[in-house]
């Protein structure tokens, strides 16, 4: 393929290319529809084992993904309001923000979700970061699985970076934030604002002056929105207080409206 190849070419190339890379779907029949393609190269992406990829196959998926991104719209850092002490609340897909780093809400596995076109926001940035990701993602799992042993999983609050590969953001921060199984108590909260305080951290000590924060355990790991909200905005004042300089701008990303209006209530 050329300097001009177009999307829907770059579209056809990657799908007849990931179904011989997954063996199983290796004879689906590709539907005509660029929509209906699209899931199906977004699914076969989902479930991919992390492994070796072509670098022509990369070349290609690389140009297919920072084309969608375009085409999805990049939101740049200027093109959020400032509400106050550099704090923000931005409503939408944190893929397309062209920020030092976003937070992906991990599982303990660390590689990402596995279930085609979930909409997930695991699910969403492993999509358009592209299969680099993952394999980074394993990669650094197997190097802490040789040092604290196979059954190793990532614990609760623990940040892990990654490059953003074909997102407009540079870095992604992965954390697997506390889950909700029968009632709320001290201990979930003080593990939800150590993810906060942790992923801060991380940003200090790699230089990353903006950052935008999903709504990390609320969704299926049912940590209640408001008192989410309420952790995650007096952590990052009080952070961004005791840290002056060392972030300028963190974003609230939020997805929900009911979400949009409990932040901007608190911000």
């Not at 590709?30 to 209906?36: A, G, L």
């Amino acid at each position: 393929m050329t300097t001009n190849t177009t999307q829907e070419e770059r579209l056809d190339y990657l799908v007849e290319e990931f179904k011989a890379d997954s063996g199983e779907y290796k004879d689906l029949e590709t539907p005509k529809d660029p929509e209906r393609k699209r899931t199906i190269l977004r699914s076969l992406m989902n479930t991919r084992m992390p492994r070796e990829m072509p670098a022509d196959v990369i070349r290609i998926q690389d140009e297919y993904l920072k084309e969608r991104s375009k085409e999805k719209g990049v939101v740049a850092l200027s093109d959020i309001p400032e509400i106050q002490g550099g704090l923000s609340i931005w409503q939408g897909d944190i893929t397309r923000l062209a920020v030092d780093a976003i937070v992906n809400a991990a599982n303990s596995q660390m590689l990402g979700c596995f279930r085609p076109m979930h909409n997930c926001i695991d699910n969403c940035i492993h999509t358009y970061a592209g299969v680099q990701l993952r394999a980074e993602c394993n990669r650094q799992m197997g190097e802490l699985r040789a040092h604290f042993g196979r059954d190793y999983e990532q614990p609760t609050a623990v940040p892990m970076l990654t490059d953003g590969y074909n997102l407009p953001a540079k870095k992604i921060i992965h954390i697997v934030g506390p889950t909700v199984q029968y009632k709320l108590t001290p201990a979930l909260e003080n593990d939800l604002a150590n993810c906060y305080r942790n992923v801060l951290d991380l940003c200090a000590e790699n230089d990353l002056k903006s950052v935008a924060f999903c709504c990390i355990s609320t969704g299926v790991f049912s940590f209640p929105n408001r008192r989410a909200a309420e952790i995650a905005v007096e952590t990052v004042k009080d952070w961004m207080s005791k840290h002056p300089g060392a972030v300028n701008r963190v974003i609230f990303n939020v997805f929900k409206d009911e979400d949009k209006i409990i932040y901007e209530r608190l911000v």
